[in-house]
């Protein structure tokens, strides 16, 4: 097995190398590629089919986990929903059990990179979804809304 797991890679935007080795690359869906209303091809083409609050991987497998889920509720004709996905209604739920997953599926002092942006609802809220506390927190400033993109970093101790 690969040693680390992108539990919901989308387009692997922020990745260094989208085809790096090393990564297991998982969404629910895989898509394109597609002109995206900016002019700019996307896809979604991920090694796996799978939902992070369900992983079909044994506990205990990987040395990092990426966690990157949708942080916002939008129609699903959008540019956004196109990109990073929608939370559904039940969205604590969803992502209390995506942390829950991811930490199952890490090995012991594996490290968890969970990524959010706060325009739907405010980093400290969700991180009270996750079972443990993080280790470090980046939060960007900025005026604009969407450009807040926070970093959390967890080991699992
Ligand atoms: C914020 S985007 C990820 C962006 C990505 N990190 C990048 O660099 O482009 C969130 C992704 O989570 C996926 N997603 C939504 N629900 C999911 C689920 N239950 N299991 C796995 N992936 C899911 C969406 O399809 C979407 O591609």
């Known amino acids: 097995m690969k040693p680390i797991l992108d539990a919901c890679c989308g387009g692997k935007m922020f990745h260094t190398n989208k085809q790096n080795p090393a990564v297991l690359f998982m969404d629910i869906r895989a898509e394109g590629p597609q002109k995206l209303s900016n002019g700019a091809t996307f896809s979604v083409a991920p090694d796996v089919i799978g939902d992070f609050t369900k992983m079909p991987f044994r506990s205990n497998t990987f040395y990092m986990v990426i966690f990157d889920p949708p942080h916002l509720r939008c129609g699903n004709k959008s540019f956004m929903f196109k990109k990073y996905g929608t939370l559904g209604a039940g969205w604590r739920e969803t992502l209390r059990r ?57 080991m699992k101790l």
């Open 98 to 154: 995506g942390f829950a997953e991811c930490f199952r599926v890490l090995r012991p002092r594996g490290t968890l990179v969970f990524k959010w942006s706060d325009s739907f609802k405010p980093l400290d809220e969700v991180l009270k979804l996750a079972p443990i506390q993080p280790v470090i927190i980046h939060k960007a400033i900025s005026n604009s809304q969407s450009k807040r993109t926070h970093f959390a970093v967890f």
